[in-house]
Nanobody, 123 residues
Framework: QVQLVESGGGLVQAGGSLRLSCAAS????????MGWFRQAPGKERDFVAA????????SYADSVKGRFTISRDNAKNTVYLQMNSPKPEDTAVYYC????????????????WGQGTQVTVSS
């Protein structure tokens, strides 16, 4: 079992920056493929970014490519999402997720989910 706890959400101005963290406890963090997803009010949960076990490979949604960066520190059991130049349309609840498989943007393949952290981007 893996427990995931997100932090770092809040209110940020458009064009600013924010870093989300997701701390994992339980089984060996380095064995899990990690992803970030988000859900805006009235919308489905969407893929944001994913990172491989070692951190050597990453993938991003087109809407955040070039602005957001996913990274991980396996020694600290933590995955991060650096949000630069956020836009009002990035407002959502952000979830981190873990998978024992190379899940990439395939949400059903993620076994573990955090409780989410709210990010609100003001214009």
């Amino acid at each position: 079992q893996v427990q995931l706890v997100e932090s770092g959400g809040g209110l940020v101005q458009a064009g600013g920056s924010l870093r989300l963290s997701c701390a994992a406890s339980g089984r060996t963090f380095g064995n899990y493929f990690m992803g970030w997803f988000r859900q805006a009010p009235g919308k489905e949960r969407d893929f944001v970014a994913a990172i491989s076990w070692s951190g050597s490979s990453t993938s991003y949604a087109d809407s955040v490519k070039g602005r957001f960066t996913i990274s991980r520190d396996n020694a600290k059991n933590t995955v991060y999402l650096q949000m630069n130049s956020p836009k009002p349309e990035d407002t959502a609840v952000y979830y981190c997720a873990g998978s024992a498989r190379s899940a990439w943007r395939d949400a059903p393949l993620y076994n573990y989910w955090g409780q989410g952290t709210q990010v609100t981007v003001s214009s």
